[in-house]
């Protein structure tokens, strides 16, 4: 009597009858079905020289219009703090003491003194330099 093992006479078995399958007619060898290669991946201080991450074409786009935007933006508001707008046109009353040239440093400071006397004087048609008391000027937009 044999020692055999009933277990590895299954086994035997069952893979004859898989190498005789015929894979539906299939003209030429029969071919077993194969697993890919296994490949060995490198971990830990291997690759610590070798990984480079590189950023694909759509990411660096995408950075390229983020920085775009956030550099037009803070364009914007800092051309809005330089540039702001002249104030509109308003009136001041003269107080006692107080002088063309002193009125027109204090409400035009952008412009030089005597460029404000004048546009005073042409914004409300006076020949002179003179105020009094309790006059109401116009001041003018500064350009």
Do not use: F, K
């Amino acid at each position: 009597m044999l020692d055999t093992d009933p277990m590895e006479d299954t086994m035997s078995a069952v893979a004859l009858d898989y190498a005789a399958l015929d894979y539906a007619g299939a003209p030429g060898p029969v071919r077993m079905p194969s697993r890919p290669g296994l490949v060995l991946v490198p971990t830990g201080a291997a690759v610590a020289g070798h990984a480079r991450l590189r950023p694909t074409r759509a990411a660096r786009l995408i950075a390229t219009v983020v920085v775009t935007l956030a550099l037009a933006a803070a364009l914007s508001v800092a051309a809005g703090a330089w540039g702001s707008a002249a104030p509109d046109p308003h009136s001041v009353t003269v107080r006692s003491g107080q002088t063309l040239s002193e009125i027109a440093a204090r409400e035009l400071p952008d412009l030089p003194v005597g460029t404000a006397v004048t546009r005073i004087q042409l914004a409300n048609a006076m020949s002179s330099s003179q105020v009094d008391a309790g006059e109401v000027l116009v001041i003018p937009a500064a350009d």
